[in-house]
């Protein structure tokens, strides 16, 4: 959640220009609140604007070593607590330059205070609807493998679950997650600066891998060869 926090944030920066526009204004423009876009993601692991994707990555990071030395409970309870102090700070010292300067800006806060953060519910259940269109179809393959429709397909199934076990018993859910956190951050740019090579080497071990299926697949008693329309 904090992820996604601080990518809501920090896309909606050039929001901060609205401060100049009278708040009746800013209410009957200001937008409901969106869900991230895809591209917006895309960008930040691109590192197309390095302070952005920097931030997001080095608080996803904290939040999950956080995670791995304290209890959920204990981090939640600082992260808010840490938010309260920085914002009744704020508030307090803009009151106080207020009071001296005798200026009547208001609050500090009055921007954010008038921002419409509803979801819209026509969006909320087109991301509901999106969603369930890919547990059902998750439930239809989790059938199809552990019903044995392929054979093939469950014994691969059966090697990964194996594996898993190895790995589970090295690393618990939260290194998982750190891990695959700064491979998130990691692999894109690197994927990108040298694309033609790796993808050169991913066909030749794609290759390789359907030939020992295919192999195995035609050794199997029974095993019954799927056609290439699927």
Known sequence: ?????????????????????????????????????????????????????????????LLLLSLAAFSVISVVSYLLLALLCVTITFRIYKSVVQAVQKSGDGHPFKSLIDKDVSIPPETFRKHVDSGLTYINRALKQMSRLFLVEDLVDSLKLAVVMWLLTYVGAVFNGITILILADILLFAVPPIYEKNKTQIDQYVDLARTQIDTTVAKLQEKLPGAVKRSKTE
């Open 1 to 61: 959640m904090l992820f996604l926090f601080c990518v809501r944030v920090l896309s909606n920066s050039a929001q901060a220009k609205l401060a100049q526009v009278p708040t009746q204004d800013r209410v009957l423009s200001s937008p409901p609140v969106s869900f991230i876009r895809p591209s917006q993601v895309k960008d930040l692991i691109h590192w197309r604007d390095p302070k952005k994707s920097g931030l997001v990555f080095g608080l996803s990071l």
